[in-house]
C-alpha cells in the first residue's frame, strides 16, 4: 500500500497507546503508517519504542527553549520535515498553544481518559470514583483550542465496579483506549471521518439496540 495516511506521534512517557498504534500500523493493509515518534521527555519510554519498531524517532526537550512559541515552532519544523498528515497525542503531556492548534486542526487528534464532555484535565479516574458514576471510559478526540473540547471521534465505555481504586478503574479503561485509538486512527485514514457543524460524522457506522448498563442485575 503506497497511499498510506502518514502519521507522526507524540509521546512524554510510558508509551502503551503508542505500542497500539505501532502494533496497528504493521498489520497488512493497515491504511496509516508511523513515519516520526517525538518526545518532549529524553527519558520517555516512547522513544525506545519507536527504535525496536524502527521508526524515526527524536526528542524536543521543551524545557531547553525559553517558551512555548518556540518549542512548538521546532516542534512543527519536526512534523513538516517527515510530511506528516496527521498527528496523534498519545500521552504528551504539554498544552499547545492555540496558534498551533490552528495550525493543525483537523489532523491533530488525542486520546483522554474519560468520557469526555465528562472530567476534562487531569486526575480523571481519581475524579471520576469520587463523583460515583457508575461507567467510565475514554475518547478520542480532534484538539481543538479549549483543552479537551474538540470534536469526538470515538469512545469507549467500561464499567465502574464497587471495589475499584484508581489504579484498577486506570487498568480497565487503558484496556479500551488501545483499542479505540488505532480503530481511529483507521477510520481517519480511510477518509471516513468528517467534521461537520462542530461534530464528527463517520461513514459506514452501524449502531444496534444494545446499550450498557452498570450495575447489571442478576
Known amino acids: 500500500m503506497t497511499d498510506r495516511l502518514k502519521v507522526a506521534v507524540l509521546v512524554s512517557g510510558h508509551g502503551s497507546n503508542l505500542q497500539a498504534l505501532i502494533d496497528a500500523c504493521q498489520k497488512p493493509g493497515f491504511p496509516a503508517q508511523i513515519v516520526r515518534v517525538i518526545s518532549n521527555v529524553k527519558e520517555a519510554f516512547g522513544i525506545q519504542r519507536a527504535s525496536r519498531a524502527g521508526i524515526p524517532h527524536s526528542v524536543i526537550d521543551h524545557l531547553n527553549f525559553e517558551n512555548r512559541t518556540?518549542?512548538?515552532?521546532?516542534?512543527?519544523?519536526?512534523?513538516?520535515?517527515?510530511?506528516?498528515e496527521l498527528v496523534c497525542l498519545a500521552g504528551f503531556m504539554r498544552l499547545l498553544t492555540g496558534s498551533f492548534v490552528e495550525k493543525w486542526y483537523g489532523r491533530l487528534v488525542n486520546i483522554h481518559p474519560s468520557l469526555l464532555p465528562a472530567f476534562k484535565g487531569l486526575d480523571t479516574h481519581a475524579?471520576?470514583?469520587a463523583a460515583g458514576v457508575k461507567i467510565a471510559g475514554c475518547t478520542i478526540h480532534y484538539v481543538s483550542r479549549d483543552m479537551d473540547a474538540g470534536p469526538i471521534i470515538a469512545q469507549a465505555a467500561v464499567p465502574v465496579m464497587p471495589n475499584d481504586n484508581e489504579d484498577i478503574l486506570a487498568a480497565r479503561v487503558l484496556?479500551?483506549?488501545?483499542?479505540?485509538?488505532?480503530?481511529?486512527?483507521?477510520?481517519?485514514?480511510?477518509?471516513?471521518?468528517?467534521?461537520?457543524?462542530?461534530?464528527?460524522?463517520?461513514?459506514?457506522?452501524?449502531?444496534?439496540?444494545?446499550?450498557?448498563?452498570?450495575?447489571?442485575?442478576?
Open 175 to 218: 484496556k479500551q483506549e488501545h483499542v479505540i485509538f488505532p480503530m481511529a486512527l483507521k477510520m481517519i485514514a480511510e477518509k471516513r471521518v468528517k467534521i461537520t457543524d462542530g461534530c464528527v460524522r463517520i461513514d459506514g457506522t452501524s449502531l444496534d439496540d444494545d446499550v450498557i448498563v452498570s450495575p447489571t442485575l442478576n
Open 127 to 129: 475524579r471520576a470514583l
Open 70 to 84: 518556540d518549542f512548538e515552532a521546532r516542534l512543527n519544523g519536526e512534523l513538516e520535515s517527515c510530511n506528516a
